[in-house]
Structure formats: C-alpha cells, structure tokens
C-alpha cells in the first residue's frame, strides 16, 4: 500500500514537473524590452479565426457570387507566388498556415539604435505562439533549414541562454528569389561630395522556445526575449508605466488585436540625431531644419504614445485609436486637430441620400495661430514665406478694395465648425463616378465678408484675368472661379474646372459642382429629409459615444461600395485597371468576374465614427454594425 502511493506521488510529482515545463507562453509585454517602439500582437490567434469566420468582409469574400473572381485570384496567387515560395523554401505554406494557435505578435524595439546609420539598426520580433503545435514547428524549422544548407546558402547556429537560433546572412543570393521580387531594390542615392556610407548586411535569426517560435533581425534583438523566457530581471514592455496605463484603458475587453506606439522613445531618439550640416558643393534652395526643430514645433514631442485596438462581435466591428498627449503639453499639430466639446451630429440640412459625412469642431482662428507658430519653430524662414503671400494677397486686393485684409476678412473669420458631405453619383459614367458632387462647408461669424475675401483672392490664381463670375440663387450669390487644368511635363494645360463659393447660413460654402451648393442653398425650405433621421444612425452612433464630443463621421458602404463595384468593373480592361502597374497582382484581379452588385450588397450597410479630446488625449472610435441580413 505505502509503496503503491510513493509511486503514484513520484509519478504526480514528475507530471507536475512536466506540466511547468510547458507553461504558457507569457504574452507579449511580458516578452518584448522595455526599449519596444512599436508593437502590433494578437493575443491569441484561433480568436483572430473565429473573428474572421463571421466577419462580413470574410462572408463577402467566400460568396458563391464571388467565386469566379475569387478562384481566378487565388489560382494566380498560389501559381505565382505559394508554388515558387514552397519551391525555394522546401516547405507547405499550409503548414506553416496552422501553426499560429496562441499569440501573433510583431515588434520593433530600439535596440541599441541612436538614429544614425552608424549604429546597431533598431531590432525587428516575430513572435508566433503554435501552443500544442509545436513538434510541427520543429519539424517545420528544421526542413526549412535542411533545404536552405542543401541549396549552399550560408547559416550558422548561435545559443543564446540555451536556445540555438540558425542565423542566416541577407545577403542578395540568400534572399528567395520569390521573395526577393516582392521587395524592390532601393536605387542607390549618393550626394555630391560624399562618399556614400557602405550598406550593412543584415540577418535573420530563426529559433524555437517550448511552442514559441521567436524571429528577429539579430541575436542581439532576440536576447531581451530569450532572457524573459528564461527568467531575466530586466525590465519588460509591461513594466513601463506608459505602456500600463495604455493597456489598462485601451487594451480591455479582450480586442481580437491591438497596437502600440512608443511615441516617446522614439521622437527622443530622433530630437538627438545631429543636425545636417550644409554641403557647399550641393547648396539648397530651402532652408535647412533639424530633427529635434521639427518635432518640437509641430508638438509630436507632447506625444507619450498612440494605440489601437480591434474587436469583432455579433453586432459589427469596432476599431478605437487613442493619442496619449496630455494637455498641458500638448501644442502644434496635436493642438491643431483637438476638439471643443460640442455637437457634431449631422445638421438638417444633409440630405438623407448622403454617402459619406464628416463634421470637426476644432477652433479654425486658434488652429491657424498654431500653424503660424509650428512654421516659425521649423524655420523662420518659412513662415517669412506665408506672410510675404498673405502681403502680396493684400496688396493686390487692394488695387480694387483699399479695405481688403486678407487676415481680418477671411483668418479672423473662421468658425469653430467644419462639414463635408458626399452626395452618389449623378450617373454610372466613370466621370460621373470619379466626381460625385460633395460640399464643404466652414461655419463663420461673418460668411459674407469671409466669402468675399475668397473671392478677391481668387484673382490671384494663374489664368485668372477676369473677377469671379456672379449670379443670384435663392437670395444669395454665387461666384464661379475658374481653376486651371492639370499640366504634366511637356504636354498642355488640360481642361480646367470651376470653383463655386457662396455664403448662407452661416457657414462659407465651396464645392467643384453647383448642384449640392444650390440644393444646400435651397434647404431652408425644409423640404429636406435630413440624414440624421436614418435608420441604424443613433444606435451605430453610441457605439462610438455618440455625436456631441466635437467629432463624428458616416458613411453609407452600401452605396460607396455599390460605386466602387460599377467603377471596378467598367475598368476590366487591362488599360483601365488601377492594380495594372502592381508587379505580381495588377494580373490576378479580373474585375470583369464581378458579380452584380446587387447579389452581394447584403454584406455591406454603414460605419460611424467619433470621438473627442480630453486632458488625457485624443480617442477616434469606428464602429460598422453587422449588416441585418447576416443575423
């Protein structure tokens, strides 16, 4: 009896043993240093699956409408790009397809790099979790490295803290040719009167943990990991107080991934790279500006971090982004874009029909104060540059209008309220298509006398040798400047187009086509069924915290979609289609086996979204509800 229980208590003592050893991977903070500039993970990878399995766009891509482009696609992608990998690689693709069960993650981390080219160049992580897939990973590495010294390439075995890593040079003839085609070569750039610095050969250094396969750019980038895989005291990502706080607001609820940016470590390392100095024999034209000038200027040095994170559920997807710059050091181009807390729900006057909506309620006279002010930290002379326009503006204003001041009649009239709104096209002509009519509109508490600043500075325009043409609308007027056409090198001028302007309702009105400023104009006759009365519109709105924060956005992908759909398909021709000049995927689409829209309209309805600016930062929030035929 004794001997029968010391056995059973040996035996639960080795399994205990045995069960520490394969401990869970330890999620990616917990890996990665502290130094991480950049970081994009998936938690765990069989979510990111299931995600996908219900996801719309996935739906849409497996349709059986979808099934001619869709195979005509995949046959190319396999043909010219899985088969001469496989082949060059000695491995299945899909073999390694299955592998990712736990965690998905790329870094990039500082690793030494002090932004010069003289130094370590910063590490590149792959991070891929198999969990009980690991004896395929193995037997998966160690078929591609039989394959890659069969094939003479040059690899070599390195350990570090116990775990051998294969280190392969990048060198050109070590790089699969079909990979190879995939990364152009960068043309090589030499200044006059300097030697060009010689280019560091690279690495790429494979190794395997338990289930987790680790791949960086050196052994020096992968060591960070290896020590905290192993029980290293050094500090980690997770240990960094802006990361936790990050990661404790914005990382809950269990995102399919996320994404972060350490704003701050990096901009510290650039604001330390040596200013340019000038080169007598190459001078330029513009004036010089450092590193650390620019970023302290345009404000991105009151940025502590930006971080996204994505969740796919049964009532649609949502995307939240988060720009950690506190306000009290927040300046420059961070200033530019914050918001006032107010409404930015759709106004009545945005006609149901609208494809796309957009409304920012940022303070226009403080955001071009700001402006003035990053232009003068970049450069004094750049500013030197607007003001001598504005005074040339002026002066030829005031030829005509001895009152004319460009700043007091147009600057100091810009509201705190800025819409634009897209209209469907008029019509399925690939003109009508590329142009569908769209107003922009910039709330004003003077948008008679800003609009007629406008138009005195119109003149200024090339080609203009005529004041703006007016006519009466609806009690209002509106001007007509005449834009000149796109040049290209050596060809003439193409045809031009026209710019109308009007003011009403306390906002200046520009758009490229008449129609929706006259509809615009027409509007306070209420007989406008406005947007905001859409159905679904209050409830995706929510989602994103509604509309009154000083931001929000809309847009119809049923009818966006059903646009890009016609232009697809009326540009199958191989002159006409826009992935032509793509090596490797202008062949593979052939948007003449699109189906008809409407047998596929079902998997697309409308996206949202909002935000707002608070002491903390700044949060932009996308939601797209699942479409109501897929429940």
Same mark, same amino acid.
């Given at each position: 009896m004794t001997t029968k229980f010391l056995r059973l208590l040996t035996a639960g003592f080795f399994l205990t043993?045995?069960?520490?050893?394969?401990?869970?991977?330890?999620?990616?903070?917990?890996?990665?240093?502290?130094?991480?500039?950049?970081?994009?993970?998936?938690?765990?990878?069989?979510? @990111? %699956?299931?995600? $996908?399995?219900?996801?719309?766009?996935?739906?849409?891509?497996?349709?059986?409408?979808m099934k001619p482009f869709h195979d005509k696609f995949m046959a190319r992608w396999n043909e010219q790009f899985v088969a001469p990998l496989e082949h060059d690689l000695g491995v299945k693709v899909d073999d390694f397809a299955s592998l990712p069960q736990g965690q998905l993650t790329f870094a990039v981390t500082a =690793?030494?790099?002090?932004?010069?080219?003289?130094?370590?160049?910063?590490?590149?992580?792959?991070?891929?979790?198999?969990? $009980?897939?690991?004896?395929?990973?193995?037997?998966?590495?160690?078929?591609?490295?039989?394959?890659?010294?069969?094939?003479?390439?040059?690899?070599?075995?390195?350990?570090?803290r116990g775990i051998s890593f294969f280190v392969v040079p990048l060198a050109s003839n070590n790089i699969p040719e079909s990979l190879a085609g995939l990364f152009p070569k960068r043309a090589p750039v030499q200044e006059i009167g300097k030697e060009p610095a010689p280019e560091k050969p690279g690495q790429l250094v494979i190794g395997q943990f338990q289930s987790l396969l680790i791949v960086g750019n050196s052994l020096k980038a992968v060591e960070p990991v290896v020590a905290h895989l192993s029980g290293g005291a050094a500090p980690a990502l997770g240990d960094s107080a802006g990361f936790a706080a990050d990661k404790m607001s914005q990382f809950h609820?269990?995102?399919?991934?996320? /994404?972060?940016?350490?704003?701050?470590?990096?901009? =510290?390392?650039?604001?330390?790279?040596? &200013?340019?100095?000038?080169?007598? #024999?190459?001078?330029?034209?513009?004036?010089? *500006?450092?590193?650390?000038?620019?970023?302290?200027?345009?404000?991105?040095? $009151?940025?502590?971090?930006?971080?996204?994170?994505?969740?796919?559920?049964?009532?649609?997807?949502?995307?939240?982004?988060?720009?950690?710059?506190?306000?009290?050091?927040?300046q420059g181009l961070l200033k530019i874009i914050?918001?006032? !807390?107010?409404?930015?729900?759709?106004?009545? *006057?945005?006609?149901?029909?609208?494809?796309?909506?957009? %409304?920012?309620?940022?303070?226009?006279?403080?955001?071009?104060?700001?402006?003035?002010?990053?232009?003068?930290?970049?450069? !004094?002379a750049y500013l030197s540059y607007l003001?001598?326009?504005?005074?040339?503006?002026?002066?030829?204003? #005031?030829?005509?209008?001895?009152?004319?001041?460009?700043?007091?009649?147009?600057?100091? =009239?810009?509201? &705190? &309220?800025?819409?634009?709104? #897209?209209? !469907?096209? @008029?019509?399925?002509?690939?003109?009508? +298509? =590329?142009?569908?009519?769209?107003?922009? +509109?910039?709330?004003?508490?003077?948008?008679?006398?800003?609009?007629?600043? *406008?138009?005195?500075?119109?003149?200024? +325009? !090339?080609? #203009?040798?005529?004041?703006?043409?007016?006519?009466?609308?609806? /009690?209002?007027?509106?001007?007509?400047?005449?834009?000149?056409?796109?040049?290209?090198?050596?060809?003439?001028?193409?045809? $031009?187009?026209?710019?109308?302007?009007?003011?009403?309702?306390?906002?200046?009105?520009?758009?490229?086509?008449?129609?929706?400023?006259?509809?615009?104009?027409?509007?306070? &006759?209420?007989?406008?069924?406005?947007?905001?009365?859409?159905?679904?519109?209050?409830d995706a709105a929510q989602h994103v915290g509604g509309a009154g924060n000083g931001v929000f956005g809309y847009q119809n992908q049923r009818e966006t979609m059903r646009t890009a759909f016609t232009l697809l398909k009326n540009s199958a021709g191989a002159t006409g289609n826009p992935f032509a000049a793509v090596p490797k995927i202008g062949d593979w689409m052939d948007f003449s086996l699109l189906p008809d829209y409407e047998q596929v309209s079902k998997y697309f309805y409308l996206s949202v979204y909002g935000g707002g600016t608070t002491t903390d930062g700044i949060a932009l929030k996308i939601f797209a509800p699942r479409p109501a035929q897929l429940n």
């Amino acid at each position: 009896m004794t001997t029968k229980f010391l056995r059973l208590l040996t035996a639960g003592f080795f399994l205990t043993l045995a069960a520490a050893g394969r401990a869970a991977i330890p999620p990616a903070e917990n890996l990665l240093p502290a130094d991480t500039l950049f970081l994009v993970t998936a938690p765990d990878f069989t979510a @990111v %699956r299931a995600a $996908g399995k219900i996801s719309p766009g996935w739906l849409f891509w497996n349709d059986p409408a979808m099934k001619p482009f869709h195979d005509k696609f995949m046959a190319r992608w396999n043909e010219q790009f899985v088969a001469p990998l496989e082949h060059d690689l000695g491995v299945k693709v899909d073999d390694f397809a299955s592998l990712p069960q736990g965690q998905l993650t790329f870094a990039v981390t500082a =690793n030494g790099w002090d932004g010069t080219g003289d130094s370590q160049p910063p590490g590149l992580i792959l991070l891929l979790d198999a969990k $009980g897939k690991s004896g395929l990973l193995q037997t998966n590495l160690a078929a591609l490295q039989k394959k890659w010294t069969e094939d003479g390439k040059s690899i070599h075995t390195e350990t570090v803290r116990g775990i051998s890593f294969f280190v392969v040079p990048l060198a050109s003839n070590n790089i699969p040719e079909s990979l190879a085609g995939l990364f152009p070569k960068r043309a090589p750039v030499q200044e006059i009167g300097k030697e060009p610095a010689p280019e560091k050969p690279g690495q790429l250094v494979i190794g395997q943990f338990q289930s987790l396969l680790i791949v960086g750019n050196s052994l020096k980038a992968v060591e960070p990991v290896v020590a905290h895989l192993s029980g290293g005291a050094a500090p980690a990502l997770g240990d960094s107080a802006g990361f936790a706080a990050d990661k404790m607001s914005q990382f809950h609820d269990a995102p399919v991934y996320y /994404g972060w940016f350490n704003a701050r470590t990096l901009f =510290n390392i650039v604001a330390n790279i040596p &200013d340019p100095q000038p080169n007598p #024999q190459a001078p330029s034209f513009m004036p010089t *500006f450092s590193p650390s000038a620019v970023l302290n200027a345009s404000g991105l040095m $009151g940025l502590k971090s930006a971080s996204f994170s994505y969740h796919e559920t049964r009532d649609g997807s949502q995307m939240n982004v988060f720009l950690a710059a506190p306000e009290a050091n927040r300046q420059g181009l961070l200033k530019i874009i914050a918001t006032v !807390p107010k409404d930015a729900n759709p106004p009545p *006057f945005v006609p149901a029909d609208t494809a796309k909506f957009s %409304r920012w309620r940022v303070d226009g006279q403080k955001s071009w104060a700001e402006l003035e002010k990053v232009l003068a930290g970049i450069s !004094p002379a750049y500013l030197s540059y607007l003001n001598a326009g504005l005074d040339t503006a002026n002066a030829m204003g #005031q030829q005509k209008d001895p009152a004319f001041d460009i700043r007091k009649n147009l600057i100091a =009239n810009l509201g &705190d &309220d800025f819409i634009n709104y #897209q209209q !469907p096209p @008029v019509s399925k002509s690939v003109e009508d +298509l =590329n142009n569908a009519p769209s107003l922009f +509109l910039i709330g004003s508490p003077n948008a008679e006398q800003a609009v007629l600043a *406008f138009k005195t500075a119109a003149t200024l +325009l !090339p080609g #203009q040798s005529a004041a703006p043409a007016v006519r009466d609308f609806q /009690g209002r007027k509106i001007y007509t400047i005449l834009l000149p056409g796109r040049t290209a090198m050596g060809a003439d001028p193409g045809p $031009g187009s026209s710019l109308y302007l009007a003011a009403g309702g306390g906002y200046i009105a520009l758009t490229t086509q008449v129609s929706p400023l006259e509809e615009y104009l027409r509007s306070s &006759d209420g007989n406008v069924k406005p947007l905001r009365d859409t159905a679904g519109l209050a409830d995706a709105a929510q989602h994103v915290g509604g509309a009154g924060n000083g931001v929000f956005g809309y847009q119809n992908q049923r009818e966006t979609m059903r646009t890009a759909f016609t232009l697809l398909k009326n540009s199958a021709g191989a002159t006409g289609n826009p992935f032509a000049a793509v090596p490797k995927i202008g062949d593979w689409m052939d948007f003449s086996l699109l189906p008809d829209y409407e047998q596929v309209s079902k998997y697309f309805y409308l996206s949202v979204y909002g935000g707002g600016t608070t002491t903390d930062g700044i949060a932009l929030k996308i939601f797209a509800p699942r479409p109501a035929q897929l429940n």
